[in-house]
């Protein structure tokens, strides 16, 4: 037996496996895909040279000043208040002044490549709702930092990455439970074989769930997706609509193995420590550059580092750091889906519905890009790469039980 397995292992050609899978996605279709991925490596440059170009006028004609001064004289000794009125205030005029933008990026672009499935309205909705939970979060971590700058003039940056920790994984716990129903309905998934089969996957690799949920995302968008959400108490197992709708129950339970690799891993925990160690150092080059901005630009009316207007000055700084970053960030994330590829492969035994799961992400991420721009600009691994890692595994364990 060991023998005919090892044969037929033998004969199986992985890369001309990965070669079929990818021919069967060409022509205008793949050219459209790697178009629209491939913009969204300038969308990266122009989102940051939009966003500091409208907080540097905020900057430069001294609104972040006026604003700062008018909060101050209307919330008296309270600077806490002043802060949170600020940051309010600059959040409201930097957002309606980059709508125009959003509403190209996030509406029309995703229109012209055929990944939305709103009409204006229902699109504005969504971005409404979000600017609604957006806003006051943000205004209140920004008066938490500015409070804690106020204590610990020198230190303060130390102390705001670890309440970033905090925050995150606030966030994570109650985003199943109190934010994510706000833009999608889930509903128990109906009984079937495939809901057996997610469960038992889940429940043996000790994810505490009873359930399935299906998200109606369809809403909003064509892309399939999938997730195991939350902390402890709010862990839930969910799939979009759109992968239900391929009636792949292979392909869809590779993609629950996968999701359910990011739980059982600890991927939300390491997720959580790296990129609150990448916002430590964010924060510590804030420290380093802020005052020495505002000592050269008098002009900007800011009075120093608590003043709240600095936030405006600091936003420039890490909207600089985080696009040098990009790489890192990038694979960061690129390096947990990898791992949880290989769990998904070795939990649901599908390789075969794996790839074709690539192949139908690929509609919308390109599927062989140079190792230049998967190393940059993939937060995830590549189609090539993913198609090539499946049938890799399955030549592995051609002839064994279980296969799917």
């Given at each position: 037996?060991?023998?005919?397995?090892?044969?037929?292992?033998?004969?199986?050609?992985?890369?001309?496996?990965?070669?079929?899978?990818?021919?069967?996605?060409?022509?205008?279709?793949?050219?459209?895909?790697?178009?629209?991925?491939?913009?969204?490596?300038w969308l990266?440059?122009?989102?940051?040279?939009v966003?500091?170009?409208?907080?540097?006028?905020?900057?430069?004609?001294?609104?972040?000043?006026?604003?700062?001064?008018?909060?101050?004289?209307?919330?008296?000794?309270?600077?806490?208040?002043?802060?949170l009125?600020?940051?309010?205030?600059?959040?409201?005029?930097?957002?309606?002044?980059?709508?125009?933008?959003?509403?190209?990026?996030?509406?029309?672009?995703?229109?012209?490549?055929?990944?939305?499935?709103?009409?204006?309205?229902?699109?504005?909705?969504?971005?409404?709702?979000?600017?609604?939970?957006?806003?006051?979060?943000?205004?209140?971590?920004?008066?938490?930092?500015?409070?804690?700058?106020?204590?610990?003039?020198?230190?303060?940056?130390?102390?705001?990455?670890?309440?970033?920790?905090?925050?995150?994984?606030?966030?994570?716990?109650?985003?199943?439970?109190?934010?994510?129903?706000?833009?999608?309905?889930y509903?128990?998934?109906?009984?079937?074989?495939?809901?057996?089969?997610?469960?038992?996957?889940?429940?043996?690799?000790?994810?505490?769930?009873?359930?399935?949920?299906?998200?109606?995302?369809?809403?909003q968008?064509?892309?399939?997706?999938?997730n195991?959400?939350?902390?402890?108490?709010?862990?839930?197992?969910?799939?979009?609509?759109?992968?239900?709708?391929t009636?792949?129950?292979?392909?869809?339970?590779?993609?629950?193995?996968?999701?359910?690799?990011?739980?059982?891993?600890?991927h939300?925990?390491?997720?959580?420590?790296?990129f609150?160690?990448?916002?430590?150092?964010?924060?510590?080059?804030?420290?380093?550059?802020?005052?020495?901005?505002?000592?050269?630009?008098?002009?900007?009316g800011?009075?120093?580092?608590?003043?709240?207007?600095?936030?405006?000055?600091a936003?420039?700084?890490?909207?600089?750091?985080?696009?040098?970053?990009t790489?890192?960030?990038?694979s960061?994330?690129?390096?947990?889906?990898?791992?949880?590829?290989?769990?998904?492969?070795?939990?649901?035994?599908?390789?075969?519905?794996?790839?074709?799961?690539?192949?139908?992400?690929?509609?919308?991420?390109?599927?062989?890009?140079?190792?230049?721009?998967?190393?940059?600009?993939?937060?995830?691994?590549?189609g090539?790469?993913?198609?090539?890692?499946?049938?890799?595994?399955?030549?592995?364990?051609?002839?064994e039980?279980?296969?799917?």
């Amino acid at each position: 037996m060991i023998a005919i397995v090892a044969t037929a292992a033998a004969a199986f050609d992985v890369d001309a496996a990965t070669r079929a899978y990818l021919a069967t996605f060409n022509g205008a279709a793949r050219a459209k895909s790697d178009a629209y991925f491939e913009g969204g490596y300038w969308l990266i440059l122009w989102n940051a040279v939009v966003g500091i170009g409208i907080t540097w006028t905020f900057l430069h004609f001294g609104y972040a000043a006026r604003l700062s001064a008018w909060a101050t004289r209307v919330t008296g000794t309270r600077r806490w208040l002043a802060t949170l009125l600020w940051a309010v205030g600059f959040l409201v005029v930097t957002s309606l002044a980059g709508f125009p933008w959003t509403t190209y990026t996030d509406f029309f672009r995703e229109h012209q490549y055929g990944m939305s499935n709103q009409n204006f309205a229902q699109w504005l909705g969504d971005w409404a709702k979000n600017f609604a939970i957006g806003t006051p979060v943000s205004a209140l971590i920004v008066t938490a930092i500015i409070a804690g700058v106020r204590r610990s003039p020198h230190r303060w940056w130390v102390y705001a990455g670890a309440g970033t920790v905090v925050v995150l994984a606030f966030f994570i716990a109650v985003g199943p439970v109190l934010i994510e129903p706000l833009f999608n309905k889930y509903t128990p998934m109906a009984a079937s074989p495939l809901r057996t089969d997610i469960i038992r996957l889940a429940q043996g690799n000790g994810v505490p769930v009873t359930n399935v949920f299906v998200a109606n995302a369809s809403r909003q968008t064509s892309r399939v997706s999938a997730n195991v959400a939350g902390i402890g108490p709010t862990a839930r197992v969910a799939l979009s609509d759109n992968l239900l709708n391929t009636h792949d129950d292979a392909g869809t339970l590779a993609v629950m193995g996968h999701e359910t690799g990011h739980y059982v891993l600890n991927h939300i925990v390491s997720l959580i420590v790296g990129f609150s160690l990448i916002i430590v150092i964010g924060l510590a080059v804030v420290q380093a550059a802020v005052p020495a901005l505002i000592a050269r630009n008098p002009g900007w009316g800011v009075t120093g580092i608590i003043d709240p207007a600095a936030v405006a000055v600091a936003v420039i700084v890490l909207t600089l750091f985080f696009l040098a970053v990009t790489p890192i960030t990038n694979s960061l994330i690129r390096f947990h889906e990898s791992q949880a590829d290989i769990f998904g492969l070795n939990a649901a035994r599908a390789p075969d519905g794996f790839a074709r799961t690539a192949l139908r992400l690929g509609q919308y991420r390109k599927l062989e890009p140079t190792p230049f721009e998967e190393a940059v600009f993939f937060d995830h691994p590549s189609g090539y790469t993913r198609i090539h890692q499946a049938m890799a595994w399955k030549a592995a364990h051609l002839g064994e039980p279980g296969m799917q």
